[in-house]
Nanobody, 123 residues
């Protein structure tokens, strides 16, 4: 099992930028696929972005394509999410996720989750 700890959430205004970080510990993380999901009040958790252990492939939700960037740290045990041009509809609790399965399986099976970090975007 992999332990995940997120950081970097907060309150920003529409159009601002914000960065999230997630650090993994526990099992070896050499081939760990990592990513981000989010859940807004009253809505289901949705996929945001994912990155393979080798930094390719990278997948984004259509709603964040071109505004958000996901990246791995040099040590592979950290994943970052840079969020630009934030919109009020980006407001949600953001969860870090990790799996040793292929990238398409992130969030579907054998996935570990962080506790989440709140991002609030005011209009």
């Amino acid at each position: 099992q992999v332990e995940l700890v997120e950081s970097g959430g907060g309150l920003v205004q529409a159009g601002d930028s914000l960065g999230l970080s997630c650090a993994a510990s526990g099992r070896t993380f050499g081939t760990l696929t990592m990513g981000w999901f989010r859940q807004a009040p009253g809505k289901e958790r949705e996929f945001v972005a994912a990155i393979n252990w080798s930094a390719s492939p990278i997948n984004y939700a259509e709603s964040v394509q071109g505004r958000f960037t996901i990246a791995r740290g040099a040590a592979k045990n950290t994943v970052y999410l840079q969020m630009n041009s934030l919109k009020p509809e980006d407001t949600a609790n953001y969860y870090c996720a990790a799996t040793f399965q292929r990238i398409e399986m992130l969030g579907i099976e054998h996935t570990d989750w962080g506790q989440g970090t709140q991002v609030t975007v005011s209009s």
